[in-house]
């Protein structure tokens, strides 16, 4: 077993490595450096490693050590991958780990390298203890985009366990509820032509004028409908997204296409949502000459909903001293649940500065988070 380092070494070095996921091919890359980092330490500490890549993308892959063996234990869980980054809006390089105003600032610092480091350092604590169930870290590939790696775990089956933390940022607030997300592309064709004769062409901008008017009458037949859970918008909420049609004035356009993201609760059902979405756009479009082409932009993911009665939720909130809440955002895990683990979300960070230029990280979390950790670990790997 080899000397782990200290926690700001860790964070530093996840921070250096970078491992930005998107949708878009110029700013995606793989995530197995980060993978061999965290593999190189876990080993270290005595953990058993499996490094699984994606059969959809060979350059990223999850990470899960294990440490114990037999039925029940507890997963801590975090993704590798962060989000692109702008080059002009940060102070400071985002691949350098640096402190000011007792903050911690870097790519991920929040969502969620500093977690990842954290749960490492945590890790520690059990060299040398006799485990009664086995801690199991997950390290998971492409959560940003496609949640291909999550996706790839419950293919796989694995990890088993019975409880699962997942540290996005929550401001240290347990969280056991969140929406799911679907999104669409919605294509209008029509024909292009000189702009002199529009009876000659099919303008795909006209009819896409249709569809977007189709498409809010739904979005407030959709609000009627109440998702009964204390989310902060109580019922399924509809993103206009991203437009884009057609290159000149004076010509007719041949096409337009609407990027639409939709946001909904643990009773709703992504085929029926996305059918209703679809007929929606397509009873709507009448203009002559054009046709209508839904794509499926993400596959989507159902609502996450852990029971407020389970081992893992009375642990957080005893520890944390908050109820478990609701949140808008999505995470991976209705895919742990779905492995059969009691998941729930508490991170250090704060979801309100992830995704931003000067991503960040207070000093003072990371105690009260060593100390969760440290309880965790005591209360589902110990002393069970
Ligand atoms: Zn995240």
């Given at each position: 077993?080899?000397?782990?380092?200290?926690?700001?070494?860790?964070?530093?070095?996840?921070?250096?490595?970078?491992?930005?996921?998107?949708?878009?091919?110029?700013?995606?890359?793989?995530?197995?450096?980060?993978?061999?980092?965290?593999?190189?330490?876990?080993?270290?500490?005595?953990?058993?490693?499996?490094?699984?890549?994606?059969?959809?993308?060979?350059?990223?892959?999850?990470?899960?050590?294990?440490?114990?063996?037999?039925?029940?234990?507890?997963?801590?869980?975090?993704?590798?991958?962060?989000?692109?980054?702008?080059?002009?809006?940060?102070?400071?390089?985002?691949?350098?780990?640096?402190?000011?105003?007792?903050?911690?600032?870097?790519?991920?610092?929040?969502?969620?390298?500093?977690?990842?480091?954290?749960?490492?350092?945590?890790?520690?604590?059990?060299?040398?203890?006799?485990?009664?169930?086995?801690?199991?870290?997950?390290?998971?590939?492409?959560?940003?985009?496609?949640?291909?790696?999550?996706?790839?775990?419950?293919?796989?089956?694995?990890?088993?366990?019975?409880?699962?933390?997942?540290?996005?940022?929550?401001?240290?607030?347990?969280?056991?509820?969140?929406?799911?997300?679907?999104?669409?592309?919605?294509?209008?064709?029509?024909?292009?032509?000189?702009?002199?004769?529009?009876?000659?062409?099919?303008?795909?901008?006209?009819?896409?004028?249709?569809?977007?008017?189709?498409?809010?009458?739904?979005?407030?037949?959709?609000?009627?409908?109440?998702?009964?859970?204390?989310?902060?918008?109580?019922?399924?909420?509809?993103?206009?997204?991203?437009?884009?049609?057609?290159?000149?004035?004076?010509?007719?356009?041949?096409?337009?296409?609407?990027?639409?993201?939709?946001?909904?609760?643990?009773?709703?059902?992504?085929?029926?949502?996305?059918?209703?979405?679809?007929?929606?756009?397509?009873?709507?479009?009448?203009?002559?000459?054009?046709?209508?082409?839904?794509?499926?932009?993400?596959?989507?993911?159902?609502?996450?909903?852990?029971?407020?009665?389970?081992?893992?939720?009375?642990?957080?909130?005893?520890l944390?001293?908050?109820?478990?809440?609701?949140?808008?955002?999505?995470?991976?895990?209705?895919?742990?649940?779905?492995?059969?683990?009691?998941?729930?979300?508490?991170?250090?960070?704060?979801?309100?500065?992830?995704?931003?230029?000067?991503?960040?990280?207070?000093?003072?979390?990371?105690?009260p988070t060593?100390e969760l950790l440290?309880a965790?670990?005591?209360?589902?790997?110990?002393?069970?």
């Amino acid at each position: 077993m080899t000397c782990l380092p200290p926690l700001t070494d860790l964070l530093r070095q996840l921070i250096a490595t970078p491992s930005v996921s998107s949708d878009h091919p110029r700013h995606d890359m793989g995530n197995l450096p980060v993978v061999s980092l965290m593999a190189n330490w876990l080993e270290g500490l005595g953990f058993s490693c499996e490094v699984l890549p994606l059969a959809s993308h060979p350059e990223k892959a999850n990470l899960i050590a294990t440490l114990g063996s037999g039925p029940g234990g507890l997963v801590l869980a975090g993704h590798t991958d962060t989000v692109p980054y702008d080059d002009s809006g940060w102070d400071a390089d985002p691949f350098t780990l640096s402190e000011r105003d007792q903050q911690w600032y870097g790519l991920g610092v929040c969502d969620m390298k500093g977690f990842l480091a954290l749960a490492v350092e945590a890790a520690s604590l059990c060299r040398g203890e006799r485990l009664q169930a086995p801690l199991i870290l997950l390290a998971t590939a492409d959560e940003e985009s496609g949640m291909d790696g999550a996706r790839a775990l419950v293919e796989a089956g694995k990890p088993k366990a019975r409880h699962a933390v997942i540290g996005e940022p929550t401001n240290l607030r347990p969280v056991r509820l969140h929406k799911g997300i679907l999104m669409d592309s919605l294509h209008v064709h029509g024909h292009a032509g000189h702009s002199s004769r529009p009876d000659l062409g099919a303008n795909a901008i006209r009819g896409m004028h249709q569809v977007l008017d189709a498409l809010l009458t739904h979005e407030a037949e959709l609000a009627q409908h109440r998702c009964g859970r204390g989310f902060a918008i109580d019922h399924p909420t509809m993103n206009l997204g991203c437009i884009e049609g057609g290159d000149s004035a004076n010509r007719i356009p041949a096409h337009c296409r609407l990027d639409v993201d939709m946001r909904f609760g643990p009773d709703d059902d992504i085929a029926t949502l996305r059918t209703g979405l679809r007929e929606a756009a397509h009873k709507g479009l009448t203009e002559a000459g054009c046709r209508l082409e839904p794509q499926t932009l993400f596959e989507g993911i159902p609502a996450f909903e852990t029971a407020a009665t389970t081992a893992i939720v009375e642990a957080c909130e005893a520890l944390t001293g908050h109820r478990a809440e609701a949140v808008d955002f999505a995470t991976e895990g209705p895919f742990l649940n779905q492995l059969g683990m009691d998941t729930v979300i508490l991170g250090p960070g704060d979801i309100a500065v992830a995704h931003q230029p000067n991503e960040s990280l207070p000093l003072d979390r990371i105690a009260p988070t060593q100390e969760l950790l440290r309880a965790l670990i005591q209360r589902f790997c110990l002393t069970t």
